[in-house]
């Protein structure tokens, strides 16, 4: 895979769902490594019970992988159970530019 991306990559990371203060704690691990943490709400916008996940953006794939690295290694040494992890490479987003000129 190419370390430069055409627009950036996405990392995400999901954990079992939390709550409260191990929300708390967990959105400051994601802020250290450079990610944020989701919030997700369901149809009748209650906080999602499913998963609790965090996502990172780079444009640089060596860089992301070790922020994403470091993330699940924090987390896993706080004692929450990392279920998934995965980085995208975006090759298209109307956010940096409007390449289909869909919404001009």
Avoid: W
């Avoid at 627009?7 to 691990?29: K, L």
């Avoid at 802020?31 to 209650?46: D, E, I, P, V, Y």
């Avoid at 999602?48 to 860089?63: E, I, K, R, V």
């Amino acid at each position: 895979m190419n370390n430069q991306a055409k627009h950036y990559f996405e990392a995400h990371v999901t954990i079992d769902p939390v709550v409260g203060a191990d929300r708390d704690n967990v959105e400051e691990i994601a802020h250290c490594n450079q990610f944020k943490l989701a919030r997700l709400l369901m149809a009748r916008g209650l906080p999602s019970t499913l998963d609790t996940f965090m996502t990172g953006h780079a444009t640089q794939l060596d860089l992301l992988t070790l922020r994403l690295r470091s993330l699940v290694a924090s987390l896993r040494a706080s004692g929450y159970k990392v279920r998934r992890y995965k980085i995208e490479d975006t090759v298209l987003d109307s956010r940096v530019a409007d390449e289909l000129e869909l919404l001009t």
